[in-house]
């Protein structure tokens, strides 16, 4: 017992000692030197590194490598421009890094996502669990049983001499004095409990991956293969079924050809911006409940979809929603192209073009009898590698050089352009900005409103740079000092302005006060009236 509390006591030392390091680079980087953006990377590849030397069986597993290249790619991607969704994606391949030498295999997404979740309600209480733990091996090596007052008692002395010890040694060396300063203050202030909060925050999410349980009680994945008892669905009802559905499916697509398309005219009263903004979520809402039906339906191995008829209606079905899905993106260009891009119609798009393959995916899974978990997996994968995508591309961006490139003010079929909205989208819109400005045929208010809040987006720019660089916004920055030379400036009248670069009125003045002479007094004199 003893022998192995001395193994479980060195496994700790090991895996502390890389934590520990990390919490100190935290320290350093984001509340002594009060970085962030781009340091990021660097903070999370520092994570990577302590997973990597914490813990060996992660080192001899080939499947957890190719999630810490994922971890890696993430890293890069939060040091080129750190956002939300590379941060999450980050941590979610640390996990699966750390989870995966214990398990025998992959096995699917929906299992995965729900050791994920169990790890990510474990991980606050995973060190004090571990400390119990220990405590309780090296209480039990001495006398069978563990004691919450021997180890508090065992170890009160300890802590409380060498904090003394510490402290005389800080008043009698300088340079001990200096090292404690980095890390502490000298009194229990805000500041140090907000910075002991920052300590717990990378201490235990790093010590979670040095640590991990890997829960055996799991939901089962959902089969999905043989026949399923559910009253009214049998061959018949849903061969009528998909009868019915073909031709209603058949009656949209050839409105949206006739209309959408081109091949005629638009109703009298009916724009084509109504008509793409009124039916591109309910038509993919559509595609999904179709999706939904062939999955509970025709499962693979069941009477239903060994029926040759009942295939070839299946399979003309799903062609027809993916017509319906391009068709829907088709809308949304369109509405796209009568108003503007923004970052939530992007990522519509990329949503539909998932739509559209999970619905290819459900066919071929049908007509090659593969299972859930081979169809949630290859979803899983899709959608990861536009996610992945997403985090090196810069959305904002493009919406910002299509906006300005269709902009009404330079002949393009769009509104005029709304300058408050690429204000919004910061620095994105700081390039697309600069080549607009450098076209001769701008109206001279326009080119004033437009130089404006170029002007702001840059000074805000330099400003991020300082504190949290990132690589995407130094080569912006770059790019924004060469092309600014090229753009002859404007001179700005003085004063504040809105959103949309117009100047704003200054206040009027407080209508200034009357100074009236006081009444004369008649002087008093000593004669009485009569």
């Known amino acids: 017992m003893r022998s192995s509390a001395?193994?479980?006591?060195?496994?700790?030392?090991?895996?502390?000692?890389?934590?520990?390091?990390?919490?100190?680079?935290?320290?350093?980087?984001f509340y002594q030197?009060?970085?962030?953006?781009?340091?990021?990377?660097?903070?999370?590849?520092?994570?990577?590194?302590?997973?990597?030397?914490?813990?060996?069986?992660?080192?001899?597993?080939?499947?957890?490598?190719?999630?810490?290249?994922?971890?890696?790619?993430?890293?890069?991607?939060?040091?080129?421009?750190?956002?939300l969704l590379a941060w999450a994606l980050f941590w979610v391949a640390m996990v699966m890094a750390a989870l995966l030498p214990a398990t025998a295999r992959f096995d699917d997404g929906w299992r995965w996502f729900q050791r994920l979740v169990v790890h990510g309600v474990r991980a606050p209480f995973a060190p004090l669990l571990d400390m119990r733990r220990l405590l309780k091996v090296r209480a039990a090596g001495r006398s069978g049983r563990?004691?919450?007052?021997?180890?508090?008692?065992?170890?009160?002395?300890?802590?409380?001499?060498?904090?003394?010890?510490?402290?005389?040694?800080?008043?009698?060396?300088?340079?001990?004095?200096?090292?404690?300063?980095?890390?502490?203050?000298?009194?229990?202030?805000?500041?140090?409990?907000?910075?002991?909060?920052?300590?717990?925050?990378?201490?235990?999410?790093?010590w979670s991956l040095m640590r991990p349980r890997l829960t055996r009680w799991l939901l089962p994945t959902f089969d999905g293969r043989g026949d399923l008892s559910l009253p009214g669905v049998s061959v018949a009802s849903i061969t009528l079924s998909l009868i019915l559905f073909?031709?209603?499916?058949?009656?949209?697509?050839?409105?949206?050809?006739?209309?959408?398309?081109?091949?005629?005219p638009m109703p009298v009263g009916m724009t084509m911006a109504d008509y793409a903004h009124r039916g591109a979520y309910p038509l993919i809402a559509t595609a999904l409940l179709a999706a939904l039906f062939v999955l509970v339906t025709l499962r693979p191995g069941s009477d239903t979809a060994r029926d040759p008829a009942v295939r070839r209606l299946v399979m003309a079905w799903i062609a027809q929603n993916i017509i319906l899905v391009a068709s829907s993106m088709l809308r949304t260009i369109d509405y796209i192209d009568a108003y503007?891009?923004?970052r939530l119609r992007i990522a519509a798009l990329l949503w539909m073009a998932l739509v559209a393959f999970g619905l290819a995916a459900i066919c071929w899974r049908l007509l090659r009898g593969r299972s859930a978990g081979w169809l949630i997996n290859v979803n899983l994968a899709a959608a990861g590698l536009v996610l992945g995508a997403v985090c090196f591309?810069?959305?904002?961006?493009?919406?910002?050089?299509?906006?300005?490139?269709?902009?009404?003010?330079?002949?393009?079929?769009?509104?005029?352009?709304?300058?408050?909205?690429?204000?919004h989208l910061g620095d994105s819109a700081l390039l697309p900005l600069l080549s607009l400005e450098q076209r001769a045929d701008l109206r001279p208010a326009f080119r004033e409103r437009v130089q404006a809040t170029r002007i702001w987006l840059m000074?805000?720019?330099?400003?991020?740079?300082?504190?949290?660089p990132t690589l995407l916004g130094q080569r912006r920055l770059t790019q924004a000092h060469i092309l600014a030379v090229r753009v002859k400036p404007m001179a700005l009248p003085p004063g504040d302005r809105g959103c949309a670069g117009t100047l704003l009125s200054p206040p009027e003045p407080a209508p200034a006060l009357q100074q009236t002479a006081p009444k004369a007094t008649p002087a008093l004199t000593g004669a009485t009236p009569k």
Not at 397 to 415: D, F, I, M, S, T
Request: include cysteine.
């Open 33 to 83: 030197r009060h970085l962030y953006g781009g340091y990021l990377g660097l903070f999370t590849l520092a994570v990577l590194g302590a997973l990597i030397a914490g813990r060996p069986a992660v080192r001899r597993d080939r499947h957890a490598w190719l999630a810490l290249a994922a971890a890696g790619l993430f890293s890069l991607a939060l040091a080129y421009d750190a956002s």
């Open 246 to 264: 073909n031709l209603l499916f058949a009656a949209q697509n050839m409105m949206d050809a006739v209309w959408l398309w081109g091949w005629a």
């Open 340 to 342: 503007s891009l923004t």
């Open 459 to 468: 000074e805000r720019l330099e400003a991020d740079q300082i504190s949290g």
């Open 146 to 206: 563990f004691s919450l007052h021997a180890a508090l008692a065992l170890f009160a002395l300890p802590v409380a001499g060498s904090a003394i010890i510490i402290a005389l040694f800080a008043a009698a060396n300088p340079l001990v004095e200096r090292l404690l300063d980095t890390v502490l203050v000298s009194d229990l202030s805000p500041l140090l409990v907000v910075r002991m909060l920052l300590w717990a925050v990378m201490f235990v999410p790093v």
């Open 393 to 423: 591309i810069d959305l904002g961006e493009v919406a910002a050089r299509w906006n300005v490139r269709h902009a009404r003010e330079v002949g393009g079929r769009g509104v005029a352009l709304d300058l408050c909205h690429m204000r």
């Open 6 to 29: 001395l193994r479980l006591t060195a496994r700790f030392r090991w895996k502390l000692a890389p934590a520990l390091m990390v919490v100190v680079l935290g320290d350093w980087l």
